[in-house]
């Protein structure tokens, strides 16, 4: 068996016992840095990272929501992934996660909407395209004005904002989120008391 010196070269360490050393030392490299899955080194590629980020938020948020999935449909790669969201309110979406935040990128499952899908109006606003807008849920306006898209009376989104957590999303586009997440607090605090 070959052997290599320990890096202060005071005794040989055979190369299985060195490579175990070097994947110890890149492990807690990466504990240290964060989320273990953000880093994986040679243990496969980003997009599994992003697979495991999307699974943990769509665990943390289910009570919430009516529904939430890894798009099938969409890519997940290095740059990150995209999600189906379903709010309480019926409205349906696609977020993208990426090391940017969580946003809004459609406004059904499996959409992404861009400057390519829309028809621009001397008023500012803009419509949807005619195909895309068989594509998008009917319940949804489809005008928006500067990338701010108007879901009903008392909702517009930014296509452009990104939001550090699924909560300040969910705050922004769901009420039903709020009473869900007050009302789980009550629960947890309550159960404290006992």
């Given at each position: 068996?070959?052997?290599?010196?320990?890096?202060?070269?005071?005794?040989?360490?055979?190369?299985?016992?060195?490579?175990?050393?070097?994947?110890?030392?890149?492990?807690?490299?990466?504990?240290?840095?964060?989320?273990?899955?953000?880093?994986?080194?040679?243990?496969?590629?980003?997009?599994?990272?992003?697979?495991?980020?999307?699974?943990?938020?769509?665990?943390?948020?289910?009570?919430?929501?009516?529904?939430?999935?890894?798009?099938?449909?969409l890519p997940c790669d290095t740059n990150?992934?995209?999600?189906?969201?379903?709010?309480?309110?019926?409205?349906?979406?696609?977020?993208?996660?990426?090391?940017?935040?969580?946003?809004?990128?459609?406004?059904?499952?499996?959409?992404?909407?861009?400057?390519?899908?829309?028809?621009?109006?001397?008023?500012?606003?803009?419509?949807?395209?005619?195909?895309?807008?068989?594509?998008?849920?009917?319940?949804?306006?489809?005008?928006?004005?500067?990338?701010?898209?108007?879901?009903?009376?008392?909702?517009?989104?930014?296509?452009?904002?990104?939001?550090?957590?699924?909560?300040?999303?969910?705050?922004?586009?769901?009420?039903?989120?709020?009473?869900?997440?007050?009302?789980?607090?009550?629960?947890?605090?309550?159960?404290?008391?006992?």
């Amino acid at each position: 068996m070959s052997t290599s010196t320990s890096k202060d070269n005071s005794f040989p360490l055979p190369i299985d016992e060195k490579v175990l050393a070097n994947e110890e030392c890149n492990r807690r490299e990466r504990a240290i840095k964060g989320a273990e899955e953000r880093y994986l080194l040679n243990a496969g590629s980003d997009d599994e990272g992003w697979r495991s980020e999307a699974l943990a938020v769509i665990d943390d948020i289910k009570p919430f929501v009516s529904q939430m999935s890894i798009s099938n449909v969409l890519p997940c790669d290095t740059n990150g992934i995209y999600l189906n969201l379903e709010i309480k309110e019926s409205n349906k979406f696609t977020i993208e996660l990426s090391s940017a935040g969580f946003r809004v990128c459609g406004l059904d499952f499996d959409t992404i909407m861009n400057e390519n899908n829309v028809e621009n109006h001397q008023d500012g606003t803009i419509d949807l395209d005619k195909n895309d807008q068989q594509q998008q849920n009917k319940q949804h306006s489809s005008t928006y004005n500067s990338s701010v898209i108007k879901i009903n009376d008392d909702l517009s989104i930014s296509m452009q904002k990104y939001f550090e957590t699924p909560y300040s999303l969910l705050d922004s586009l769901s009420p039903s989120y709020r009473n869900s997440f007050s009302n789980e607090l009550v629960q947890r605090l309550a159960a404290l008391c006992k």
